[in-house]
């Protein structure tokens, strides 16, 4: 079934082909949106839960575009010609996009308020799923049990093996500070300092910086690493394939992924449309049914099994454990940290 | 040429001058199309990226300031000219030979190995740098024989080095540089090779006095295009190598990519590009760029 409805992912995206310009002329007669997606599992888990409905339901076709492209975003605004309308991006980095007005604002005649629940918008977006960065971990390597906070990952002496992290700058400083001590409600604002002071002590044993999904699931599935920072749906896709891998909620960072529509896009109307419609209970359902990413709708868990539900960031017990990284605060000092993040990297 | 101002002295001589106004407007005709499309997709952009990195997001000169007194930048900068050199140096080091027998031999060995470097070629760079992740891994076939071979102790770490990265780089560009070679020796005539021979040199003479220097427009050539193909790499180091080793190209998609940073990512750029031009200059001036084109 996953593998029939990757497929099916892989053709519809296949079919879309190379860049597409849409002009204004083509978009008239189809009904169509474009959507900017992440390609792979993702776009085929979007596509069951999200555009096919929406096709049936309203005649509006939805063609994909991979891989998701925060720049690209800038690139159509500035050039008014546009590859989609839709895309998907983090909380922080729709802020700063909306900042620099390259996104749409929401169209109140198409989207209904009472239909959205509560914290649905942001920055003229809409929340589309909430993606957990956890400590993922090899149970066979600990027999004894395996580290169970970012303290227990910075303790080489009771937990020794072969490290990996995420390449990000603001996640790292998270973890460091968590794994400092700081209490989960005073991580934000951070204390930067303090921060790099800490990742001074695990650089030693990190064998790998990452910087994407695939590379992190190779480190794991592969034994390379032993322990590692890792994207929640990630460390369960790995689990589902039989790998003796575990995923540890406390102190993980939960960040909502949010919908935006290009400022200008030629199909916003049918792009609210389509908006409204995926966020309802159901469709959001259908997609953390078939990837691990929590729906931002409370709704939603009706139609979500207690077995799949468990493994959700924006499940109760664990979203209670984990921390909510400041979105304003991030979007401020995101490129700050990463400079300082990535000198460090390379001294 | 100074489009035939002289009076003409003799109808031969005017028809003469009129030939070459005519293969003058011809040639002009012939270039004009790539010219307008080397300037208009190649010379506009650059322009732009230029105003860019002056004007994004106000009219200042801070972009390059920042790039010339941040560390990281220079030491990304110094990274990504010295591991260029190192790989344009391995390539041509391990390709010469291979591109040398691929000439000389006309059986089956040169078809053989003429298929092999065509297939490596044809291969993507993505697919191979995986490759790499595999044969060097801890489950992989090398730290297998280094145990099956009972070293003892634990095994040298091999990926996530500066040596992964360097070798994954090598190995991409390498079917570059034994092309590049093979198109200039296969045109050296053997019979250059025999007349030296006939002359009473021996075949290490022969080869230094005679081929060498002939296949030197290849060497030229080939290490040129891995040279600038290497200072774009960036997914290779990432995947094999460590933080270390961040190439520019790295830098500058971060900037784009994550920080919309346009501005700085296009000083960024227009410093590659300026650096580059000037070892172009440089070799220019020593060894002559005309000798790129054989």
């Not at chain 1, 590859?83 to 996009?97: G, M, N, P, S, Y």
């Not at chain 2, 990504?80 to 291979?98: E, M, Q």
């Not at chain 2, 940073?261 to 760029?289: D, K, M």
Request: proline content about 6%; hydrophobic content about 50%; overall charge positive.
């Amino acid at each position: 079934m996953r593998r029939r409805t990757f497929l099916k992912g892989v053709a519809a995206t296949a079919a879309v082909g190379g860049p597409l310009i849409v002009t204004g002329r083509t978009i008239a007669q189809t009904r169509t949106i474009y959507v900017n997606t992440w390609g792979g599992s993702w776009t085929a888990a979007e596509e069951a839960a999200f555009f096919k409905p929406f096709t049936e339901q309203t005649g509006i076709r939805v063609r994909t575009v991979a891989p998701v492209s925060y720049a690209k975003l800038k690139a159509q605004v500035q050039s008014g010609s546009y590859e989609w309308d839709i895309t998907a991006v983090t909380q922080a980095d729709l802020l700063r996009a909306e900042r620099e007005g390259l996104v749409e604002p929401i169209d109140w005649t198409i989207v209904k308020k009472e239909k959205l629940f509560p914290n649905a918008v942001y920055a003229n977006g809409l929340a589309y799923c909430a993606l957990g960065t956890n400590l993922a971990y090899r149970k066979d390597k600990f027999p004894q049990g395996g580290p169970k906070t970012w303290a227990d990952f910075w303790d080489m002496k009771k937990f020794p093996g072969n490290r990996s992290m995420y390449n990000n700058a603001v996640r790292a400083a998270q973890f460091a500070l968590v794994a400092d001590g700081v209490p989960p409600d005073k991580v934000f604002p951070m204390d930067v300092d303090r921060a790099f002071k800490k990742l001074d002590q695990i650089k030693p044993h990190i064998k790998v910086w990452w910087t994407q999904g695939n590379q992190s699931q190779q480190l794991l599935r592969d034994g390379e690493v032993d322990m590692m920072v890792m994207w929640n749906a990630r460390a369960s896709e790995l689990a589902q394939q039989g790998h003796p891998v575990e995923v540890v909620w406390h102190g993980a960072a939960i960040t909502t992924t949010m919908w935006g529509i290009a400022k200008g896009a030629p199909n916003r109307k049918a792009a609210w449309e389509f908006l409204q419609f995926a966020v309802q209970a159901k469709p959001q359902a259908d997609f953390a049914n078939r990837l691990y990413y929590g729906p931002t709708n409370p709704e939603a868990f009706k139609f979500i099994s207690p077995e799949v539900a468990r493994q959700l960031p924006t499940y109760s017990e664990n979203a209670k454990v984990a921390i909510r990284p400041d979105t304003v605060w991030e979007a401020d000092h995101t490129a700050r940290i990463q400079e300082r993040f990535t000198q460090w990297l390379a001294a | 040429m100074a489009g035939g101002l002289s009076p003409a002295a003799t109808p031969g001589a005017e028809l003469g001058v009129r030939n070459a106004r005519r293969g003058q407007r011809a040639a002009w005709l012939l270039l004009g199309p790539p010219s307008l499309v080397l300037t208009l997709l190649f010379m506009v952009p650059i322009a732009l990226m230029l105003v860019t990195s002056v004007t994004d997001p106000r009219l200042s000169l801070a972009h390059y300031q920042r790039i010339f007194t941040v560390p990281l930048y220079t030491h990304v900068m110094l990274n990504t000219f010295v591991t260029s050199l190192i790989v344009t140096a391995l390539c041509l080091v391990l390709g010469y030979p291979v591109a040398y027998v691929m000439t000389r031999r006309t059986d089956w060995v040169s078809t053989l190995l003429l298929t092999i470097v065509a297939m490596s070629f044809w291969t993507g760079f993505l697919v191979r740098t995986y490759a790499w992740l595999v044969v060097l891994g801890s489950k992989g076939p090398v730290i297998a024989a280094y145990h099956a071979l009972g070293l003892g102790g634990s095994p040298p770490k091999l990926l996530f080095t500066s040596f992964a990265s360097t070798l994954g780089m090598t190995h991409i560009l390498l079917p570059y540089m034994i092309l590049a070679l093979f198109a200039v020796m296969k045109k050296i005539e053997p019979d250059h090779l025999k007349a030296a021979a006939s002359l009473g040199a021996r075949p290490r003479a022969a080869f230094r006095e005679v081929f060498l220097p002939l296949s030197l427009p290849g060497v030229v050539n080939g290490s040129l295009l891995v040279f600038v193909i290497c200072l774009g790499f960036f997914v290779t180091p990432i995947l094999l190598g460590t933080p270390r080793d961040m190439m520019i190209s790295q830098l500058i998609n971060q900037q784009i990519e994550e920080l919309l940073a346009w501005g700085f990512a296009s000083a960024v750029a227009v410093v590659l590009l300026v650096a580059t031009g000037i070892i172009l200059a440089v070799y220019n001036r020593f060894a002559g760029l005309d000798r790129l084109w054989g």
